[in-house]
């Protein structure tokens, strides 16, 4: 049984491409495409739909080493069970709606980005009096007070896949203890960035990104940090 490394890398023969050519197709650098190819490490779901259509065979190839016919797309449709229930209906509404009693509106920092890369120098006192809808019963549920809630727009790939390019992030300013593993906006250096914080000896915190691919760790003194609050729900557009 081949593995996705054995299967690149004759693929990659075969066509009599180069670990540079792989490099540029995929837009990473030449240590990650070569890490591919000796299997030591894994590409996202969208860097395997990128070399498959560059190698010009199926995701399903790379990955598993199978080749889907359309009769085998309809059997594994048919396996398919809903893992989704109907919950209710959706209110339309616009800024002219009058807010239920249910419901909190909590500013949103639309021209704000916290970066989910390597930041941006911003005042995050600069508001622009829009807001975002909430329900009592989700911040509630959160633990989260109202007055301390506030949405920032997540920028830049580093939380990708949890918390992709362009999110919407609501952050509860009144949370700033940091719990190891938990992701928080903070103020690094006068750059606003949404990290994974862990504490460390020495009054010393890790910061650390989903997309460990592309961005390591890094290690701060709690002094050069500001931690602005735990990061409490996100929202992605598709």
Known sequence: MTTFAERLTA????QNRKISDLQKALGVTYEMARRYTLGMATPRDEKIEIMAKYLDVSPAYLKYGTIESETTKEKQIDNITSNVKEIGTFDLWDRHTPMND???AVPFYQDIRFAAGNGFADDIADYNNFKLRFSKATLRRQGVQYENAVCVV???NS?????????????????KTIRDGKIYAINHGGLLRIKLLYNMPNNQVRIRSYNSEEYDDE???????SVLGKVFWYSVLL
Do not use: F, H, R, W
């Open 11 to 14: 693929l990659m023969e075969q």
């Open 102 to 104: 249910d419901e909190y």
């Open 154 to 156: 997540a920028d830049g």
């Open 159 to 175: 939380m990708e896949p949890v918390i992709p390019d362009g999110s919407t992030v609501g952050v509860d300013l009144g949370n």
């Open 219 to 225: 290690i701060a003194d709690l002094q050069d940090i």
